[in-house]
Protein backbone atom coordinates (compact mmCIF):
# COMPACT_ATOMS: atom_id res chain seq x y z
CA UNK A 1 0.00 0.00 0.00
CA UNK A 2 0.92 3.39 -0.94
CA UNK A 3 1.81 6.24 1.87
CA UNK A 4 -0.55 9.18 1.93
CA UNK A 5 -0.07 12.78 3.46
CA UNK A 6 -3.50 13.53 4.93
CA UNK A 7 -1.62 16.76 7.07
CA UNK A 8 -0.61 18.09 3.25
CA UNK A 9 -4.22 16.55 2.22
CA UNK A 10 -5.96 19.25 4.42
CA UNK A 11 -2.98 21.55 3.92
CA UNK A 12 -1.93 21.75 7.80
CA UNK A 13 1.46 21.38 9.47
CA UNK A 14 1.92 18.47 11.43
CA UNK A 15 1.20 20.52 14.78
CA UNK A 16 -1.46 21.88 13.76
CA UNK A 17 -4.50 21.62 16.70
CA UNK A 18 -7.66 20.60 16.52
CA UNK A 19 -9.77 23.78 15.61
CA UNK A 20 -6.86 24.38 12.73
CA UNK A 21 -7.68 20.86 11.24
CA UNK A 22 -11.77 21.34 11.55
CA UNK A 23 -11.34 24.38 9.76
CA UNK A 24 -8.98 23.57 7.14
CA UNK A 25 -11.35 20.47 6.55
CA UNK A 26 -14.63 22.27 6.50
CA UNK A 27 -13.29 24.67 3.90
CA UNK A 28 -11.53 22.25 1.64
CA UNK A 29 -15.21 19.99 1.74
CA UNK A 30 -17.28 22.97 0.64
CA UNK A 31 -14.90 23.38 -1.96
CA UNK A 32 -14.73 20.20 -3.43
CA UNK A 33 -17.98 18.86 -2.59
CA UNK A 34 -19.54 17.22 -5.76
CA UNK A 35 -23.36 18.54 -5.43
CA UNK A 36 -21.24 22.45 -5.95
CA UNK A 37 -17.86 21.74 -7.12
CA UNK A 38 -17.35 22.00 -10.87
CA UNK A 39 -13.51 20.79 -11.07
CA UNK A 40 -12.61 17.64 -12.82
CA UNK A 41 -11.46 16.13 -9.92
CA UNK A 42 -13.81 17.19 -7.25
CA UNK A 43 -15.34 14.01 -6.31
CA UNK A 44 -11.74 12.50 -6.33
CA UNK A 45 -10.62 15.60 -3.64
CA UNK A 46 -13.97 15.58 -1.84
CA UNK A 47 -13.04 11.53 -0.74
CA UNK A 48 -9.38 12.05 -0.07
CA UNK A 49 -10.23 15.15 2.20
CA UNK A 50 -12.83 13.20 4.33
CA UNK A 51 -10.24 10.17 5.01
CA UNK A 52 -7.56 12.88 6.29
CA UNK A 53 -9.99 14.37 8.54
CA UNK A 54 -11.38 10.66 9.14
CA UNK A 55 -7.81 10.25 10.10
CA UNK A 56 -6.69 13.02 12.35
CA UNK A 57 -9.69 14.00 14.02
CA UNK A 58 -9.34 11.12 16.57
CA UNK A 59 -6.10 11.55 18.43
CA UNK A 60 -5.90 7.82 18.89
CA UNK A 61 -5.96 7.20 15.35
CA UNK A 62 -3.60 10.73 14.33
CA UNK A 63 -1.07 9.12 17.53
CA UNK A 64 -0.92 6.19 14.86
CA UNK A 65 -0.31 8.13 11.74
CA UNK A 66 1.89 10.06 13.43
CA UNK A 67 4.08 6.96 14.13
CA UNK A 68 4.06 6.17 10.78
CA UNK A 69 4.92 9.25 9.39
CA UNK A 70 7.65 9.89 11.38
CA UNK A 71 9.68 6.81 9.84
CA UNK A 72 10.80 9.56 7.27
CA UNK A 73 7.87 8.13 4.35
CA UNK A 74 6.36 10.24 1.66
CA UNK A 75 3.49 9.85 -0.37
CA UNK A 76 3.65 6.92 -3.00
CA UNK A 77 5.89 5.02 -0.79
CA UNK A 78 5.54 1.78 -0.42
CA UNK A 79 4.44 0.91 3.30
CA UNK A 80 4.05 -2.29 4.96
CA UNK A 81 2.36 -2.32 8.34
CA UNK A 82 3.92 -4.45 11.22
CA UNK A 83 1.89 -7.03 12.40
CA UNK A 84 -1.37 -6.17 14.14
CA UNK A 85 -1.64 -2.94 12.95
CA UNK A 86 -0.14 0.37 14.38
CA UNK A 87 -3.45 1.01 16.11
CA UNK A 88 -2.12 -1.20 19.30
CA UNK A 89 0.37 1.75 19.80
CA UNK A 90 -1.64 4.32 19.59
CA UNK A 91 -3.24 5.84 23.11
CA UNK A 92 -6.38 3.71 24.11
CA UNK A 93 -5.85 1.96 21.06
CA UNK A 94 -7.83 -0.19 18.67
CA UNK A 95 -9.73 -2.15 21.09
CA UNK A 96 -12.21 -3.56 17.71
CA UNK A 97 -12.62 -3.45 13.85
CA UNK A 98 -13.66 -0.08 12.82
CA UNK A 99 -15.85 -0.01 9.63
CA UNK A 100 -17.81 2.94 7.73
CA UNK A 101 -21.24 2.77 6.37
CA UNK A 102 -19.56 3.43 2.90
CA UNK A 103 -17.37 4.88 3.38
CA UNK A 104 -18.24 7.48 5.76
CA UNK A 105 -19.82 10.53 4.10
CA UNK A 106 -17.68 10.04 1.41
CA UNK A 107 -17.73 6.68 -0.46
CA UNK A 108 -15.31 3.74 0.86
CA UNK A 109 -11.88 4.67 1.93
CA UNK A 110 -8.30 3.85 0.83
CA UNK A 111 -6.26 0.71 1.14
CA UNK A 112 -3.84 2.69 3.30
CA UNK A 113 -6.42 4.06 6.09
CA UNK A 114 -8.49 0.82 6.15
CA UNK A 115 -4.86 -1.07 6.85
CA UNK A 116 -3.69 1.09 9.21
CA UNK A 117 -6.65 1.70 11.25
CA UNK A 118 -9.56 -1.34 10.23
CA UNK A 119 -7.75 -4.97 10.36
CA UNK A 120 -7.44 -5.21 14.11
CA UNK A 121 -9.58 -8.05 15.09
CA UNK A 122 -11.47 -7.51 18.61
CA UNK A 123 -11.70 -9.47 22.02
CA UNK A 124 -11.94 -13.26 21.35
CA UNK A 125 -14.83 -15.46 21.87
CA UNK A 126 -17.34 -14.59 24.96
CA UNK A 127 -18.84 -17.25 27.23
CA UNK A 128 -22.11 -18.23 25.89
CA UNK A 129 -25.29 -20.43 27.80
CA UNK A 130 -23.94 -23.18 29.81
CA UNK A 131 -20.39 -21.89 29.73
CA UNK A 132 -19.73 -22.93 26.37
CA UNK A 133 -17.63 -20.27 24.08
CA UNK A 134 -20.03 -17.63 22.21
CA UNK A 135 -18.73 -16.21 18.77
CA UNK A 136 -19.77 -12.33 19.86
CA UNK A 137 -17.50 -10.16 17.74
CA UNK A 138 -17.35 -6.41 18.09
CA UNK A 139 -17.20 -3.80 15.31
CA UNK A 140 -17.26 0.37 15.70
CA UNK A 141 -19.00 1.23 12.84
CA UNK A 142 -19.20 5.27 11.75
CA UNK A 143 -22.70 6.44 10.46
CA UNK A 144 -23.71 9.13 8.24
CA UNK A 145 -25.65 11.39 10.26
CA UNK A 146 -28.37 11.57 7.68
CA UNK A 147 -29.00 7.82 8.71
CA UNK A 148 -29.24 8.98 12.10
CA UNK A 149 -31.43 11.92 11.85
CA UNK A 150 -33.79 9.57 9.25
CA UNK A 151 -33.58 6.04 11.09
CA UNK A 152 -32.43 4.71 7.85
CA UNK A 153 -30.43 1.99 6.84
CA UNK A 154 -27.01 1.75 5.60
CA UNK A 155 -24.48 -1.16 3.97
CA UNK A 156 -21.26 -1.84 5.20
CA UNK A 157 -18.55 -4.42 4.52
CA UNK A 158 -17.07 -6.63 7.07
CA UNK A 159 -14.61 -9.78 7.28
CA UNK A 160 -15.70 -10.18 3.52
CA UNK A 161 -19.43 -9.57 3.80
CA UNK A 162 -22.02 -6.99 2.94
CA UNK A 163 -24.38 -6.40 5.42
CA UNK A 164 -27.74 -4.11 5.29
CA UNK A 165 -28.07 -2.02 9.12
CA UNK A 166 -30.77 -0.63 9.89
CA UNK A 167 -29.55 2.62 12.49
CA UNK A 168 -32.35 3.57 14.92
CA UNK A 169 -33.69 7.06 14.55
CA UNK A 170 -31.00 9.41 17.17
CA UNK A 171 -28.79 6.78 18.29
CA UNK A 172 -25.90 8.68 19.91
CA UNK A 173 -22.16 7.97 19.98
CA UNK A 174 -21.12 5.03 22.07
CA UNK A 175 -24.87 2.96 21.59
CA UNK A 176 -24.85 -0.52 20.11
CA UNK A 177 -26.66 -2.02 17.49
CA UNK A 178 -26.99 -5.35 17.72
CA UNK A 179 -27.31 -8.00 14.81
CA UNK A 180 -28.05 -11.52 15.71
CA UNK A 181 -26.34 -14.87 14.54
CA UNK A 182 -23.96 -12.35 12.45
CA UNK A 183 -20.83 -12.59 14.91
CA UNK A 184 -18.04 -15.69 14.53
CA UNK A 185 -18.54 -18.70 17.13
CA UNK A 186 -18.20 -22.81 15.99
CA UNK A 187 -20.31 -24.08 13.70
CA UNK A 188 -23.71 -24.39 14.79
CA UNK A 189 -23.43 -21.74 17.92
CA UNK A 190 -23.14 -18.08 15.55
CA UNK A 191 -22.56 -15.12 18.39
CA UNK A 192 -24.01 -12.03 17.80
CA UNK A 193 -22.42 -9.05 15.96
CA UNK A 194 -22.15 -5.81 18.37
CA UNK A 195 -21.68 -2.41 16.31
CA UNK A 196 -20.80 0.55 18.43
CA UNK A 197 -21.81 3.41 16.72
CA UNK A 198 -20.06 6.74 16.00
CA UNK A 199 -21.03 9.28 13.27
CA UNK A 200 -19.09 10.12 10.37
CA UNK A 201 -17.21 12.98 9.95
CA UNK A 202 -19.53 15.56 7.44
CA UNK A 203 -18.30 17.92 5.02
CA UNK A 204 -21.14 20.27 6.36
CA UNK A 205 -22.23 19.83 9.69
CA UNK A 206 -20.46 19.25 13.30
CA UNK A 207 -22.96 17.70 16.28
CA UNK A 208 -23.32 19.44 19.44
CA UNK A 209 -25.27 17.14 21.80
CA UNK A 210 -28.98 17.36 20.00
CA UNK A 211 -27.89 20.06 18.16
CA UNK A 212 -26.25 20.60 14.82
CA UNK A 213 -23.74 23.35 13.72
CA UNK A 214 -23.67 25.32 10.40
CA UNK A 215 -21.13 27.57 9.31
CA UNK A 216 -23.13 29.84 7.02
CA UNK A 217 -20.68 31.88 4.50
CA UNK A 218 -22.13 35.35 3.64
CA UNK A 219 -21.52 38.97 1.79
CA UNK A 220 -20.43 41.57 3.05
CA UNK A 221 -23.68 43.23 1.79
CA UNK A 222 -26.03 40.19 2.65
CA UNK A 223 -24.85 40.77 6.34
CA UNK A 224 -25.16 44.44 6.08
CA UNK A 225 -28.56 45.08 4.41
CA UNK A 226 -29.92 41.19 5.31
CA UNK A 227 -30.69 39.09 3.00
CA UNK A 228 -32.82 35.33 2.44
CA UNK A 229 -30.72 32.06 1.71
CA UNK A 230 -31.17 28.39 1.28
CA UNK A 231 -29.58 26.80 4.48
CA UNK A 232 -29.23 22.71 4.12
CA UNK A 233 -30.06 20.58 6.84
CA UNK A 234 -30.02 17.47 7.51
CA UNK A 235 -33.91 16.96 6.77
CA UNK A 236 -33.52 18.88 3.24
CA UNK A 237 -32.84 22.79 2.55
CA UNK A 238 -34.69 25.48 4.15
CA UNK A 239 -34.95 29.50 3.84
CA UNK A 240 -33.47 31.25 6.37
CA UNK A 241 -33.24 35.23 6.78
CA UNK A 242 -30.45 36.57 7.50
CA UNK A 243 -30.79 39.84 9.89
CA UNK A 244 -29.18 42.96 8.30
CA UNK A 245 -26.60 44.44 10.52
CA UNK A 246 -25.45 40.91 11.12
CA UNK A 247 -21.91 40.15 12.62
CA UNK A 248 -19.60 37.48 12.09
CA UNK A 249 -20.35 34.79 14.57
CA UNK A 250 -23.61 35.64 14.72
CA UNK A 251 -26.10 32.52 15.45
CA UNK A 252 -29.34 31.86 14.06
CA UNK A 253 -31.17 29.35 15.47
CA UNK A 254 -33.37 26.77 13.41
CA UNK A 255 -36.45 24.79 15.53
CA UNK A 256 -36.24 20.95 15.47
CA UNK A 257 -33.70 20.64 12.59
CA UNK A 258 -31.55 19.01 14.76
CA UNK A 259 -31.30 15.58 15.45
CA UNK A 260 -34.11 13.54 16.70
CA UNK A 261 -35.00 13.64 20.80
CA UNK A 262 -34.25 10.76 22.76
CA UNK A 263 -36.44 9.00 24.82
CA UNK A 264 -39.74 11.47 23.21
CA UNK A 265 -37.66 13.97 24.05
CA UNK A 266 -37.59 17.70 21.91
CA UNK A 267 -35.81 17.66 18.56
CA UNK A 268 -32.52 19.45 18.47
CA UNK A 269 -32.23 22.80 16.44
CA UNK A 270 -29.62 23.70 14.04
CA UNK A 271 -27.35 26.39 14.81
CA UNK A 272 -26.48 28.49 11.82
CA UNK A 273 -23.27 30.70 12.08
CA UNK A 274 -22.73 33.36 10.30
CA UNK A 275 -19.14 33.60 8.45
CA UNK A 276 -18.80 37.26 6.88
CA UNK A 277 -16.95 36.29 3.29
CA UNK A 278 -15.51 39.03 1.16
CA UNK A 279 -15.50 37.87 -2.46
CA UNK A 280 -12.71 37.57 -4.73
CA UNK A 281 -12.35 40.74 -7.40
CA UNK A 282 -12.30 39.11 -10.54
CA UNK A 283 -13.02 42.01 -12.90
CA UNK A 284 -12.14 45.44 -13.43
CA UNK A 285 -15.99 45.99 -12.34
CA UNK A 286 -15.29 44.33 -9.30
CA UNK A 287 -11.79 45.69 -8.12
CA UNK A 288 -13.84 49.53 -8.36
CA UNK A 289 -17.13 48.86 -6.18
CA UNK A 290 -14.33 47.88 -3.23
CA UNK A 291 -12.74 50.97 -4.10
CA UNK A 292 -15.60 52.67 -4.00
CA UNK A 293 -16.58 50.70 -0.94
CA UNK A 294 -13.07 51.94 0.54
CA UNK A 295 -14.05 55.14 0.05
CA UNK A 296 -17.23 55.48 2.04
CA UNK A 297 -16.67 53.15 4.80
CA UNK A 298 -12.48 54.18 5.09
CA UNK A 299 -11.23 53.22 8.76
CA UNK A 300 -13.84 53.94 10.49
CA UNK A 301 -15.78 50.44 10.41
CA UNK A 302 -12.64 49.06 12.28
CA UNK A 303 -13.04 48.26 15.76
CA UNK A 304 -10.20 48.28 18.55
Known sequence: MQFKDYYDTLGVDPGAGETEIKAAYRRLARKYHPD??????????????????????????????????????RPGDEVSTPHGGFGQGAPGGFDFEEVFAGGGAAGGF?????????????????????????GDSRAKV???????????SVRIGLNGRT?????????????????KGQGGGPPGMPGDLL????YAAHPRFEVDGDNILYVLPVAPWEAALGATVEVPTLGGPVEV???????AGRRLRLRGRGLPGTRGGRDGDQIVILEVTAPRAGSDAQREAYRNLEKAFGSSWRRI
Open 163 to 179: LDVKVPKGIRPGQVVRL
Open 241 to 247: KVPADSD
Open 195 to 198: LEIE
Open 36 to 73: VSKEADAEERFKAVNEAYEALRDPAKRAAYDQLRARGY
Open 142 to 152: AVPLEAVHSGS
Open 110 to 134: SDFFEELFGRRRGAGPQAGPGGMPR
